[in-house]
């Protein structure tokens, strides 16, 4: 079936530094969404990516459409506490449903 | 305006018995999504719902159903329950058919089979 990966499976960083997740799809996405998920909370739609190749910002964060619209990625600069959370990929082919990657959970030590 | 709301927010359950979990949409979202997160894990689709039609259902057994009502709530079903069945259940909503909508998410049912 419709599958979308995502690595890595944890990521621990300082406070300070970058993170970044990688999402992969062996086939074409029509888009691909971002997610995040605090601990003990739902997941929080951050951003749809339509575009091959397509790059958007949300202040720290950088969101990418890889050029055969197979890959994204999500680069946060200078991580927060408050950026603490599993980040989830979610692609679409065909537009139809959504299929969500295993997720990033990203802790950060102050 | 009100978000997605799902009932029970904690369902304990025995093996080999049912359990119905409930969502409502934001007001006007006419498509329901379904999903399952175990522990630690992502999340499994299960289920996808639109104006009152199942569109797909993810890899689920049959034991795993259910309906989406003319005022766009939806139910979901569960038959003789098993240990592993045991996780978070997320409902979300969308403004249309399609996944070019981003997709609202409820709080969640708790569900631990024993």
């Known amino acids: 079936g419709q599958q979308v990966m995502q690595i890595p499976q944890y990521q621990h960083v300082q406070e300070g530094e970058d993170f970044t997740t990688y999402c992969n799809s062996s086939?074409?996405?029509?888009?691909i969404q971002w997610y995040k998920q605090r601990p003990g909370g739902h997941p929080v739609f951050l951003i749809q990516l339509v575009k091959s190749g397509e790059v958007k910002k949300q202040k720290r964060l950088t969101f990418q459409f890889g050029e055969a619209k197979k890959n994204s990625s999500l680069h946060i600069t200078a991580t927060q506490t408050t950026d603490v959370g599993t980040y989830f990929c979610a692609g679409s082919h065909n537009n139809n449903d959504m299929r969500f990657g295993a997720g990033t959970r990203l802790t950060v030590k102050p | 305006e009100a978000g997605v709301t799902q009932s029970p927010t904690h369902l304990i359950k025995t093996r080999g018995q049912q359990a119905t979990l409930r969502c409502s949409p934001i007001s006007g979202h006419t498509s329901v999504y379904w999903y399952q997160q175990a522990l630690g894990l992502g999340l499994q689709f299960l289920l996808w719902?639109?104006?009152?039609?199942?569109?797909n259902r993810g890899n689920f057994p049959p034991r795993f159903s259910g309906r989406q009502f003319p005022n766009y709530s939806s139910e979901l079903n569960v038959n003789a329950l098993e240990l592993e069945d045991s996780a978070l259940y997320l409902c979300?909503?969308?403004?249309?058919?399609?996944?070019?909508?981003?997709?609202?998410f409820g709080p969640g049912t708790r569900l631990t089979v024993l």
């Open positions: 086939t074409t996405l029509s888009n």
């Open positions: 979300a909503s969308s403004p249309t058919s399609g996944a070019t909508n981003e997709q609202f």
């Open positions: 719902y639109d104006e009152g039609e199942e569109r």
